[in-house]
């Protein structure tokens, strides 16, 4: 008989965290570094290039005039003036409002509150190119309807209203910038700890004493915060400064370089643009440096606390409908006079101020003329294209990096969170400058990216990758390692525990981002005026800005409504799937 | 030599300003109907398109090969709803040439092209308007010769590139438009120096692009530099217009909504789409009338050659032209057709004197003009304009 060797092995399952530098790590590295290294080197390369165009750069025709030219014009130094004037006035002046918002739905009894928690975060749904065009056709000096109806009314000779201009610009971009903050600023009013407002009281302290002293004080570095993230924000604004800015003459950097590039008059300076955007780039790279400090300390004032409470109502007494009507009119100006002007003037065969005979020639034939265009079908097939494709491919690269950051034991994941951070701090226009650079460089080794859709969609996911990977972080994070040892004890495959444990658990995440994407690719300009080349690659936000440039408003009017019923639908879903859920009542 | 040297003064080579004669060649046959209805239209007799048969006779293989490629690619400066009505009795011809038009502002319709083009792509087929760029194109070598197409003849010398890097498509008159409700007509000026005397027009009821060389060069080249220096002087310094950074087609809507009452320069063609609208818009010139081209040009290496060749040798044929102007109002090119029912505002064109640029004295005239008009410019917000730049659009 012979001995049988029995032998025991040990239950084979594979450890919680995927493997050391497995090669789609590094794989997952090179290609950030591809995306956000490569275009940044070439906007330095091509702010140093003395040649006439990017595809006449070469090492030979480098040097600093460009540099010299950007820095010795005094107007760069207006225009740093304007950027920062801008980014600060819209910045307070959204901050102001959504504060207010946020503590008249979160900390008093003001009435139909659902209505501002419901109609907020649906101003997301206003892209800042047509608010900004509304407005003008409401108040520019002449033609504006407000000015025209308050001039004779009062007998002015001047009108009393102007759009154009720093203080035109400042209003809109603060309209715009308060849904965001908002939504940052409800879940820190929801979850302060009322304590020590109730100590206050108790103490003698008037509710005004109560609100400068405490609650001010322990929201301030949450402020500060959604502070630092907005200005950031505006500074990459372009489509407001483009619309109000430009036509007075009233730079910012980022029309400053649009400017460069389009000039009505000349050839487009491309290297004194990239000169411009560099300079753009280190104010941009600064705040976002301050916003990551900030963060970094706010723990130090956290005001949660495990102990349950519920934050008292202050009652608002006799200011109850007030309050609401300042509520309501933040809406109106936000949202719904802007849509009503551009629906107006969708139906009018030229533009003119309401009046009857206004009325008398409305027709359909604006629509019929965007349905009848071919063209049109062709700027929204690739508006389809590049939005959903640059939304999907954002989503896929987001869970990808994220996986790498959260699950791995890489040794490069945190140069990888930082590098894919990065593109946060890149306006717009400078990183569609970067691209050209890099596309018209690379498409001489036969790659054939400019003007196609996959330029865009490139740019889009570049941009983006850095919001998608936030919240991927944040939501990797909250499934428990259990559930993946689990299905792996059970013998389930890598790419099986992907499918059956990952996905359906972070399909919130993949919706929400993929929705937050195409809302925020489908009305970006910026990127789109550099890199669109005709029916190539043309999307409806550049359509709309050459539109409106060229003095078609009213197609711009019948475009634009649909425009904002369509993204009105999609922020719908963005509320349901993604992250409004915070601010719900 | 620029483009604006080379077809300045061919118009005093036609039989400019005609009206319709009596052809001599037979009607051609068979005509597509969108050609028949846009004859109808206009209240055209089909005997003015004799000769058209000859006109667009091609080589057997650009048609095969047309055929093949299946599509041309072109980017312009008509809007889309207007180069759709035009290219109907071209489709009619070739069914089988799928149209990829685009509307570009000038940066969109020549640099983004040259751009791809010296990065080894070729985008389209066929640009107009490439204005300043020209330069740039043809020190890339980038542009096919035109003079094989059969149509390029149709276009007087001086309208056309020498080399056949380029050939002119379409004539503009650049002059004032104004708001009918806004603006009495004895207060239009009769001579381009009212503009400057009368009160009426001061204080920003003026408004006025940064294109002197649509307008200005021609009329100081016609009464000199003193004369030209003054009234630039004057224009800027008494009348005070609002200068602005729109483009021509956006001051004609701004026209229309009152921002100021009139503009300098506004496209007769372009005035007159609005006027057909019903819009209170209308347009006048004082005496000399300045005229420009507008171009058009083929890339080397286009994805679809043969089809590029039928549309131009189309586009330059008397069919062409005239669809043309039935779909945007441009006076045509084709030197059988300066007539003046081909144009808007005739009565404010027929007899009066045409201001063309000298072709000799062009490039140091443009100089001259723009070393005054620059600083006033910019003393009033404005950026300079490049000395180099002779754009229409």
């Excluded at chain 1, 995927?18 to 570094?33: D, F, G, K």
């Excluded at chain 1, 491309?270 to 280190?282: D, S």
């Excluded at chain 1, 990096?401 to 890489?410: A, D, E, P």
């Excluded at chain 2, 001086?158 to 004539?171: A, T, Y």
Aim: glycine letters at 8%; one cysteine or more; proline letters at 6%.
């Amino acid at each position: 008989m012979t001995a049988t060797t029995l032998e025991v092995r040990a239950p084979r399952f594979r450890l919680p965290r995927i493997r050391t530098a497995s090669w789609w790590h590094v794989a997952v590295l090179v290609l950030v570094i591809l995306a956000v290294v490569t275009p940044i080197a070439f906007l330095v390369l091509g702010s140093f290039s003395q040649a006439r165009l990017p595809a006449e750069f070469s090492f030979s025709t480098l040097g600093l005039t460009n540099y010299v030219k950007v820095w010795g014009d005094r107007s760069t130094y207006q225009v740093f003036s304007n950027t920062v004037w801008f980014a600060t006035g819209s910045t307070a002046l959204g901050i102001v409002i959504a504060s207010l918002l946020a503590w008249l739905v979160e900390r008093t009894n003001m009435p139909g509150k659902i209505w501002i928690y419901a109609g907020v975060p649906l101003t997301l749904a206003m892209p800042g190119m047509l608010q900004a065009m509304a407005w003008v056709l409401l108040a520019s000096p002449r033609i504006g309807f407000l000015n025209a109806a308050l001039m004779p009314m009062f007998g002015l000779k001047t009108a009393p209203i102007n759009i154009y201009g720093l203080s035109g610009m400042i209003f809109i971009e603060g309209l715009r910038t308060v849904p965001t903050a908002f939504l940052m600023l409800v879940p820190l009013m929801r979850s302060m700890d009322p304590s020590l407002e109730e100590a206050a009281a108790t103490c003698g302290a008037r509710p005004s004493s109560t609100l400068r002293k405490v609650t001010l004080r322990l929201m301030l570095p949450g402020i500060v915060a959604v502070m630092i993230y907005q200005f950031t924000a505006a500074l990459e604004g372009f489509e407001v400064p483009g619309i109000l800015g430009l036509p007075s003459g009233t730079y910012v950097f980022s029309t400053k370089i649009y400017s460069v590039l389009n000039a009505a008059t000349g050839l487009p300076a491309y290297g004194e643009a990239n000169a411009l955007a560099i300079l753009y780039l280190v104010v941009a790279i600064v705040s976002t440096y301050l916003y990551s400090r900030v963060i970094a300390k706010s723990e130090r004032f956290s005001i949660i606390t495990g102990k349950g409470y519920r934050p008292r109502l202050m009652g608002l007494g006799g200011w109850r409908w007030p309050a609401l009507s300042m509520a309501l009119l933040y809406l109106a100006l936000s949202v719904l006079i802007p849509f009503l002007v551009l629906a107006y003037v969708s139906f009018l065969p030229f533009l003119q101020a309401p009046s009857l005979k206004a009325f008398a020639s409305m027709s359909w034939s604006n629509y019929d003329t965007v349905f009848s265009t071919d063209s049109i079908g062709t700027t929204l097939w690739n508006t389809i294209v590049i939005t959903f494709g640059a939304a999907t491919g954002t989503v896929i690269i987001s869970f990808l990096i994220s996986l790498v950051i959260v699950r791995s034991k890489f040794k490069a994941r945190g140069v990888l969170d930082q590098l894919v951070f990065i593109p946060h701090s890149i306006p717009g226009i400078v990183m569609g400058l970067a691209l050209l650079w890099a596309f018209l460089e690379l498409d001489n080794y036969g790659l054939g990216l400019f003007g196609t859709q996959l330029s865009l969609v490139i740019a889009f996911m570049i941009g983006y990758m850095s919001y998608g990977t936030r919240v991927m972080n944040a939501a990797i994070m909250q499934i428990h390692k259990e559930l993946e040892e689990a299905a792996q004890m059970s013998g389930a495959r890598q790419w099986r525990v992907m499918w059956r444990i990952f996905c359906p658990l972070l399909m919130p995440a993949f919706f929400g981002v993929w929705i937050w994407t195409v809302l925020h690719a489908v009305r970006a300009a910026g990127k789109p005026l550099i890199l669109s080349d005709g029916t190539n690659n043309e999307v409806l936000a550049v359509t709309i800005w050459n539109m409106w440039d060229e003095g078609y408003v009213e197609a711009v009017g019948a475009i634009g409504t649909m425009m904002m019923l369509v993204l009105l639908v999609l922020t719908l879903g963005l509320r349901l799937f993604g992250f409004g859920r915070g601010a719900k009542a | 030599m620029t483009i604006s040297k080379l077809f300045a003064g061919a118009l005093a080579s036609c039989a400019v300003l005609m009206s319709v004669p009596a052809f001599a060649q037979e009607a051609p046959k068979q005509l597509p109907a969108a050609t028949k209805k846009m004859l109808a239209d206009l209240k055209l007799d089909p005997s003015i398109l004799s000769g058209l048969d000859d006109e667009l006779k091609v080589p057997q293989e650009w048609i095969d090969g047309a055929r093949k490629e299946g599509a041309v690619k072109v980017i312009s400066s008509w809007d889309v709803g207007q180069y759709k009505k035009m290219i109907a009795p071209f489709l009619e011809r070739y069914p089988f040439i799928k149209q990829e038009y685009s509307r570009g502002s000038r940066q969109e319709r020549a640099m983004k092209p040259l751009l791809a083009y010296q990065s080894g792509r070729v985008l389209v087929d066929l640009i107009g308007g490439m204005g300043a760029a020209y330069a740039l194109f043809r020190d890339a070598g980038a542009l096919v010769d035109l003079r094989e197409i059969p149509g390029f003849n149709n276009v007087p010398v001086g309208m056309r590139d020498e080399d056949g890097s380029w050939v002119g498509q379409r004539l503009r008159y650049w002059c004032m438009a104004y708001n009918t409700d806004k603006v009495p007509k004895d207060q239009l000026p009769k001579t381009w120096d009212d503009l400057n005397s009368n009160p009426f027009w001061r204080d920003g009821k003026l408004g006025l692009s940064n294109r002197p060389n649509l307008w200005l060069s021609n009329v100081w080249a016609e009464y000199g530099d003193d004369w030209g220096k003054a009234f630039t002087t004057k224009l800027f310094n008494e009348t005070k217009p609002q200068i602005r950074k729109e483009g021509n087609n956006s001051m004609l809507a701004l026209v229309i909504a009152g921002e100021f009452y009139g503009a300098i320069p506004g496209a007769a063609y372009r005035t007159r789409q609005y006027v057909d609208k019903g819009a209170p818009i209308s347009w006048h010139c004082p005496e000399p009338i300045p005229v420009a081209l507008s171009e058009l040009a083929m890339l080397k290496g286009s994805p679809d050659p043969n089809a590029a060749r039928l549309w131009t040798n189309w586009s330059l044929s008397k069919e062409g032209q005239i669809a043309q102007f039935y779909a945007e109002n441009s006076p045509p090119v084709h030197k059988d057709l300066q007539l003046d029912v081909f144009l808007s505002f005739r009565d404010q064109i027929v007899g009066k004197k045409i201001a063309y640029q000298n072709p000799v004295k062009l490039d140091e005239e443009q100089q001259q003009v723009l070393k005054v008009w620059n600083p006033l410019w910019e003393g009033m917000g404005g950026q300079a304009r490049d000395p180099n730049d002779e754009s229409s659009e």
